[in-house]
């Protein structure tokens, strides 16, 4: 592909929390309920083996953001909206997922480098501890409830919702617990475009797609508020046919913020020549539905790092290559490094990512709080923290589901795909990584 340096063009990125790419119709998803992401990548580039170096918010955002591997413990020298202010651009964030201003989850500051970071906080009910308090001990106590009773049915999980309403501060649906909607983002985005004389950086991060799914149009909404419910406090409950309805609210949701996405760019259109955007769409990480064992996404040894939770929409439009599909494995750490490249900006030196648009190596890192594994475009390996679990590899090519671990068959494969992995991390200056790969395999190999 050739250089696609561009001169004086903005960048809008728009991230949409818990998207798998397999649910885009232009992905080859049945249902077509992404038209206007459809329509980017149409016109557009699309990879189509994109992934995430992490399956949750708080590793993936702080290691897209400054192209390092997560966990991201270091502040970094410089992000991309500080790279990209440092060149000229106006920068702000509407972002409101809260998670990356915990500090206990996320070490670096996510907003540095922006003019603008808006969490949407003026959208939100303010939060209330001893409120939550009281909440945590009506929950253990319907919790109890049910499990000494088995009173697992629907008259109760509504009963227990409707006590949860109670409440004032808390409700189940992301409406009661005012996570602001992708109309609420757009807006205040476009107010602050509307403003902006000089080349601009805006990012917009969807919450819609993530859990609770509770769409708007969903016709049953004593249904929907009964599923939602037993996703949240009882997931080792949801049966199959259950699993298939929380799909039909996730696709829903996915439905509303495309369509989001196309009133954004309706808007945007009335004030800036679209020709003069890049739009970048992508998503921090995906969202399981028990494909194994596992329904969304999250912390600890949930955080899995199978595709369900990395395989990742990315679209890339606004450069002259219309219609394009990228096959190759790519991965988020590059998207930074990339987006330098495309503004004709030098990639600062603690970006260890690659452009994407020329030949690259086609190798990652996926990293969670319990895992770690190694991906090329072939296999698989998967080496988990706790001894009790066993080490996992996949033949992708024949076994695209990751059901078949073949660790233990394929050991001379095993051990080469072992030491690549060691030495990408090696690159990436993951010494605490490296160091407990070691002593996982030496225990390993003595047991
Ligand atoms: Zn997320």
């Given at each position: 592909m050739k250089s696609c340096k561009i001169g004086k063009k903005n960048l809008i990125l728009l991230t949409v929390d818990?998207?798998?790419?397999?649910?885009?119709h232009c992905m080859g998803y049945s249902k077509d309920i992404t038209p206007t992401l459809d329509t980017l990548a149409k016109n557009g580039i699309m990879f189509t083996k994109a992934f995430a170096n992490a399956p949750s918010t708080h590793y993936s955002m702080p290691s897209f953001l400054s192209s390092t591997l997560p966990p991201v413990k270091k502040q970094p020298k410089i992000t991309l909206a500080g790279i990209l202010k440092k060149n000229g651009f106006v920068t702000a964030a509407f972002n409101p997922n809260p998670i990356v201003f915990s500090k206990i989850h996320c070490k670096i500051r996510i907003n540095d480098g922006f003019d603008l970071y808006d969490m949407m906080l003026s959208s939100r009910k303010q939060y209330n501890l001893k409120l939550e308090f009281l909440r945590s001990l009506i929950i253990k106590y319907f919790r109890d409830r049910f499990e000494k009773n088995k009173l697992i049915d629907n008259s109760s999980y509504l009963l227990f919702n409707y006590a949860m309403k109670t409440i004032p501060n808390f409700l189940c649906t992301r409406q009661h617990l005012h996570i602001p909607s992708a109309e609420e983002i757009n807006q205040k985005a476009i107010t602050w475009i509307k403003n902006q004389k000089q080349r601009f950086f805006i990012w917009l991060h969807y919450m819609d797609v993530h859990e609770p799914y509770a769409p708007l149009d969903y016709n049953n909404m004593t249904e929907m508020l009964y599923l939602i419910t037993k996703y949240r406090y009882f997931p080792d409950k949801i049966t199959n046919k259950e699993n298939q309805k929380l799909i039909i609210l996730y696709d829903l949701e996915i439905k509303y913020t495309d369509n989001a996405i196309n009133n954004f760019l309706i808007a945007l259109k009335k004030l800036k020549n679209f020709d003069d955007c890049i739009i970048i769409v992508t998503a921090d990480h995906g969202d399981a539905f028990n494909e194994h064992g596992v329904l969304g996404h999250g912390f600890g040894s949930e955080a899995k790092v199978y595709d369900e939770l990395i395989h990742v929409p990315l679209i890339i439009y606004g450069?002259?290559?219309?219609?394009i599909n990228i096959n190759k494995q790519v991965q988020l750490l590059d998207l930074s490094p990339t987006i330098c490249e495309l503004l004709n900006i030098s990639k600062p030196i603690n970006f260890f990512g690659e452009n994407i648009l020329f030949p690259i190596k086609e190798k990652m890192i996926i990293k969670s709080e319990y895992y770690i594994a190694y991906r090329t475009p072939d296999h698989k390996l998967i080496i988990p923290k706790m001894d009790n679990e066993e080490n996992e590899l996949y033949d992708l090519k024949r076994d695209s589901e990751e059901k078949i671990n073949i660790y233990n068959i394929k050991q001379k494969l095993a051990a080469k795909l072992e030491l690549e992995m060691i030495t990408l991390l090696q690159k990436y200056k993951k010494k605490t990584e490296v160091l407990e790969i070691k002593n996982k395999l030496i225990k390993k190999a003595s047991s």
């Open positions: 818990c998207l798998r790419a397999d649910h885009l450069l002259d290559e219309k219609n």
